[in-house]
């Protein structure tokens, strides 16, 4: 009868245990993918303060003195699972690391040289705050009277996207032995922030507290 | 296989069995050379170690002899119109950017290849908003450092080995593959030559002199080839001179024959008239008469024997159409004899058929003709009581008539001689009979041997194609049909 009961009370620990860590593992990830939307002034801005992605293997090519460079897009829909956005933009972000006073760097890339920007001497959460602030999509663009989801994809571009093995200067065994010499890299897999349904009258009321 | 192949093969061969060595080789070399990059693994981190704590070292020290004083700093007033105006540009947004991005203090590494140290501090003695500036050199270039750090830590992290071994591996497989396909395309024009030459040969064994081998080479294969040539030629030639020889010879021996035998018809014939006109002009009447007639009598017959001679070669040099067909060997030997044995009554005659004795394709009349020309002389060879055995025989295929006489046989030089044209071992006959015979049995598909003899004289074998199937034979001597069987011809001589 006791050993009947003390397997009950067993059974019904670990299906409370294997519960729990369905539930955690699903808050973490919810937690992580966590899309914050804000408005600022004419611009709906977006932060991800349990998201970090100068982190693994990116963060550590940065410390070895390479640039990293980060595509990012943010799209706004009225549907959670959209073909095409009501609203959208891109970005791309070059992040270097000074080895000696352990800073980022962030350089904003784009096509026109007056909307370069960039910012140094960044720790970095501040260095991925930076690129979330440089990421912003006009408020005229936004749905006013129907609610929407955003949704943020980032993604680390591969340098040897822009290279192949023939150079400016034809095929030498130089070029040949960097190219195959090329680490095999794994793409940091990013997961893909969301937030909505929002209200844009909902956002209002948060920026004028 | 051909030379090419096996040229190429032995190529692959001598080149694929070093593979193992050379790899185990570039191996080797390949782990050796690439031993420093280890080292630099670790060299570029104690780089990376050395020259943050000398950045910190000197950032200590620069932030220490400020608090103490011991080095003044450029002031930068919270008010904008009081800036100082003769510092650099890039000083000035250093301070705006500091300002803007809301930090106590701020120790950073500028100037010409990162060789200065500046610090800076918010706030001053009476101005909370001022910025207060240490900067001082380094005393190294640190952006040369981190250049250095950054090429060393990405050659590190190359895999370097992987590298080597691919373009070495496709760089030698190219030359591996250019070198086999110029083996292959030098093999082929080794080969060609010799590959033609022999195809020449083979057209030359088979009787082609007109064949030549296209040359442009002077090596060993193109003066083979030239000699092939030549021997070509001259085989040709000789061939040529050959022909015309042995045409001429064979007009010589027929012109000699004809003016012998025409000879031989003309003399008696002369002879005769001679004596007819000195008759003429002896004393008249006495048995005139007689001897006219016998003048006449001679001179009609040699007229005669030159035309049957006449007749004869224009026989031989016809050819009629031959017409094959069906036919019982055993009936038209049959045949044949009962015609001979009027003419030659003094012969015993013996015919025997294999009971499996095929029928045999060819032309009636070339067949009977064969026939005639063998039983004459076999006949005219026996002579009084001899004998003449005919046979029909299976031979695999084909069917054979054989026939044999009792008579004296053939002597060694008649054997040699035996189906030349022209020549004449009998007393009477122009000796075109057997050629003409011969040359029949060719027409039909067969021919004539001449064999051992049954009877103690001489044996002739004529073969011919044998039919679509046996011949039922059903013969009143036997009474049976498809027995072998004999006929007995004049039994009692």
Not at chain 2, 407 to 427: H, N, Y
Request: one cysteine or more; a neutral charge; proline letters at 5%.
């Amino acid at each position: 009868m006791n050993q009947r009961r003390s397997r009950t009370v067993l059974r019904a620990t670990l299906a409370v245990l294997v519960a729990g860590a369905a539930i955690s593992a699903f808050a973490i990830e919810y937690n992580v993918s966590r899309l914050t939307a804000r408005l600022d002034g004419d611009f709906l801005h977006v932060s991800a303060p349990n998201f970090s992605f100068l982190s693994g293997k990116p963060l550590e090519r940065l410390k070895d003195g390479a640039s990293v460079a980060f595509i990012a897009q943010l799209t706004v829909s009225t549907s959670p699972s959209y073909v095409v956005p009501d609203a959208r933009t891109v970005a791309r972000f070059a992040v270097s690391y000074a080895i000696w006073e352990e800073t980022f760097s962030v350089t904003r890339i784009t096509d026109r040289p007056e909307q370069k920007r960039s910012i140094s001497h960044l720790t970095g959460p501040g260095a991925e705050a930076w690129c979330f602030d440089n990421l912003a999509i006009n408020r005229s663009e936004l749905p006013v009277d129907r609610p929407f989801y955003v949704q943020l994809d980032l993604r680390e571009e591969d340098p040897r996207d822009q290279s192949g093995v023939i150079g400016d200067n034809g095929i030498s065994i130089a070029r040949m032995l960097e190219v195959f010499s090329r680490p095999v890299r794994d793409k940091q897999a990013y997961p893909l922030l969301k937030s909505g349904p929002l209200r844009l009258d909902d956002l209002q009321k948060g920026m004028r507290r | 296989m051909t030379l090419r192949t096996r040229l190429a093969l032995v190529f692959i061969a001598a080149t694929l069995v070093p593979l193992g060595p050379t790899i185990w080789l570039t191996t080797n070399l390949f782990d050796r050379s690439l031993a420093p990059v280890d080292q630099l693994a670790s060299v570029s981190r104690a780089l990376e170690k050395t020259g943050r704590q000398y950045f910190q070292q000197a950032s200590a020290q620069l932030k220490e002899d400020a608090q103490a004083g011991r080095e003044l700093p450029l002031v930068f007033p919270g008010i904008a119109e009081a800036q100082p105006t003769t510092v650099e540009p890039a000083v000035l947004d250093a301070v705006r950017e500091f300002r803007d991005s809301g930090e106590k203090e701020l120790v950073t590494i500028t100037g010409d290849g990162d060789s200065r140290i500046r610090y800076l501090v918010r706030g001053a003695p009476g101005d909370p908003v001022a910025v207060r500036v240490w900067e001082r050199p380094l005393g190294i270039r640190m952006a040369d450092l981190q250049r250095e750090y950054s090429g060393a830590r990405e050659t590190v992290s190359r895999d370097l080995r992987h590298g080597y071994f691919v373009v070495w591996g496709l760089l030698v497989t190219v030359i591996w593959l250019v070198a086999l396909g110029l083996v292959w395309i030098v093999s082929t024009r080794f080969s060609r030559p010799i590959v033609n030459l022999t195809e020449a040969l083979r057209a030359l064994a088979g009787g082609d002199f007109r064949i030549r081998v296209p040359n442009d080479r002077t090596d060993e294969i193109g003066l083979a080839t030239q000699a092939f040539n030549l021997t070509a030629t001259q085989l040709e030639q000789s061939r040529d001179r050959l022909v015309y020889l042995t045409q001429l010879a064979s007009w010589q021996i027929l012109a000699r024959k004809m003016a012998h035998e025409v000879k031989n018809s003309l003399t008696p014939i002369r002879l005769t008239v001679e004596e007819m006109v000195a008759r003429e002009n002896d004393a008249a009447g006495t048995g005139r008469q007689a001897f006219l007639e016998q003048a006449a009598s001679i001179v009609v017959d040699e007229i005669e024997s030159l035309e049957r001679r006449i007749r004869a070669f224009s026989e031989f040099s016809s050819e009629p159409p031959v017409c094959p067909e069906t036919l019982d060997l055993a009936t038209i030997v049959e045949e044949r004899i009962a015609f001979l044995k009027t003419a030659h009554p003094e012969v015993g005659y013996v015919v025997e058929a294999d009971a499996d004795a095929p029928s045999a394709m060819a032309d009636q009349d070339l067949v009977k003709g064969i026939l005639v020309n063998l039983l004459e002389n076999a006949a005219e060879a026996a002579g009084e009581g001899g004998r003449i055995l005919a046979r029909v025989i299976r031979m695999d295929d084909r069917v054979a008539i054989e026939v044999h006489d009792s008579g004296p046989g053939l002597s060694e030089l008649a054997r040699k001689s035996l189906f030349q044209p022209t020549i004449s071992f009998k007393k009477r006959g122009m000796g075109l009979g057997l050629s003409i015979a011969r040359k029949s049995a060719l027409l039909s598909g067969g021919d004539i041997l001449l064999i051992s003899g049954e009877l103690g004289g001489a044996g002739f074998r004529v073969i011919l194609p044998a039919g679509p199937g046996p011949v039922a034979i059903d013969h009143p001597e036997t009474g049976s049909a498809g027995a072998k069987h004999a006929i007995a011809a004049n039994p009692g001589r």
